[in-house]
Each structure stands twice: as structure tokens, then as C-alpha cells.
């Protein structure tokens, strides 16, 4: 009856590891803050660095609206060692830009900017966001890169 009763305590222990497992992996939409990417640029426009590369920390979040091209390509080498680089300086996954295939073509009021977003959402975001349609993005800033574009990475996306 001992034994039994262990058994019945790791079960129930790895029941509860598991299913705090799933809850940690829901996505937080609360977490993103509504913003324009213009307006996030300005606000990390003021930072320099000495080498040109800024890693901003914060995992500060932002929801933004903006129209999707329907224009895609493999995301540029100099953006994928930035994430690569980020993930290692932020304690994060090493193996995170490896989820980072493609940039997508997006437009705010005027301006255009490619965005990484993770090769699990691409194929959604191609089937679910028509072109020219207004889609929520959630993003996160990472950085300045050497370049001067601010990079950000979508971490989901909302058609409407």
C-alpha cells in the first residue's frame, strides 16, 4: 500500500508538471501594449551604442496594426545573427532563430518594414491574412542593429 500511494503521488506530481506546462505556453494577449512601430522607433531612436548594435532587454511587447503585402522572402542573414546573437544575451532558447525562416513585407501609413516571424505562423498567416487586409501583429523589439534598423520579431498575429 506504501509503494501504491507513491505511485499515486508521482502521477499526480507529473499530472500537475504537465499541465503547468500547457498553461505556460498559452500566449498572453494582455502582454502587448498598443503601439504604432513608428512610435516605437522614435522612443529607441535617441539609444546609440559605441559598435552601432543596441540589444534592448526589456521584452517589451507591442500589438500594432498594419496591412499586410502578401510579400514574403527568406529573412536576411544580418537579421537572423542579430536573433541568434539576442536569444544567447537574453538567457533564451540558443535554438530560437533557428525558428526564424522568412520576413514578411508589411505597411504602416506609408512606410514598409520586413519582419521576422517564426516558421510555425507563416503558413497560417499566409492562409488566414489576405493582401491589402489590416492584420494585429504582436511583437517584441529586440534591437538596433549595426545598419540602424530596429528589429522586431512576430510572436502571433490576428487577422480582422
Not at 500589438?63 to 536569444?87: C, E
Not at 503558413?123 to 534591437?143: A, D, H, R, T, Y
Request: with cysteine; hydrophobic share 40%.
Amino acid at each position: 500500500m506504501n509503494s501504491l500511494r507513491k505511485i499515486v503521488v508521482i502521477i499526480g506530481l507529473c499530472f500537475l508538471s504537465i499541465t503547468n506546462s500547457i498553461c505556460a505556453t498559452e500566449f498572453k494577449w494582455q502582454d502587448y501594449k498598443p503601439y504604432s512601430i513608428k512610435q516605437v522607433m522614435a522612443e529607441f531612436d535617441p539609444i546609440k551604442s559605441i559598435n552601432g548594435t543596441v540589444y534592448d532587454f526589456g521584452f517589451i511587447k507591442y500589438k500594432v496594426k498594419v496591412i499586410n503585402s502578401g510579400k514574403s522572402r527568406d529573412i536576411d542573414k544580418n537579421s537572423l545573427d542579430f536573433i541568434s546573437k539576442w536569444s544567447k544575451a537574453a538567457g533564451q532558447d540558443p535554438k530560437m532563430a533557428d525558428s526564424y525562416k522568412h520576413e514578411i513585407l508589411v505597411q504602416e501609413e506609408s512606410q514598409e518594414y520586413w519582419l521576422p516571424i517564426q516558421e510555425i505562423l507563416m503558413k497560417p498567416f499566409e492562409e488566414e491574412v489576405k493582401v491589402s487586409k489590416k492584420v494585429n501583429l504582436f511583437i517584441m523589439f529586440l534591437g538596433i542593429m549595426k545598419n540602424g534598423n530596429h528589429l522586431f520579431i512576430i510572436d502571433e498575429f490576428q487577422g480582422e
